[in-house]
């Protein structure tokens, strides 16, 4: 279950669909990538019923190692924190930018 969001661009595509930040062709993608994390409680389930094509869960290294990540679309992907069954600070970001 998502708990909490990090970030406006998140809290956009699960509200309203919609986003100025993250392209319009990929809105589709992003809200149900968090859908299928809102319903699932664990990475596993995520990785078994999350199998859109090239979905990378990967966890991320150095200052951020407490994060996951799946890409919505290179080079933008959701990334979040888990625990105890719950996904929070879910962010849309381009973390690979500079």
């Given amino acids: ?8 661009v998140a809290r956009d595509i699960w509200g309203k669909d919609a986003s100025r930040t993250l392209p319009r062709n990929l809105w589709l ?6 859908t299928i994390m ?18 990378r869960l990967h966890k991320l290294k150095g200052d951020r190692k407490d994060v996951w990540s799946v890409t919505i679309e290179l080079p933008w992907c959701i990334t979040f924190k ?6 929070s600070d879910v962010r849309i970001e381009n973390y690979h930018k500079g």
């Fill in 1 to 8: 279950m998502i708990t909490s969001f990090g970030n406006k």
């Fill in 29 to 34: 993608r992003a809200k149900a990538l968090m």
């Fill in 38 to 55: 809102h319903y699932t409680s664990t990475l596993d389930d995520l990785r078994i019923k999350g199998q859109p094509p090239s979905i």
């Fill in 82 to 87: 888990y625990k105890n069954a719950e996904f």
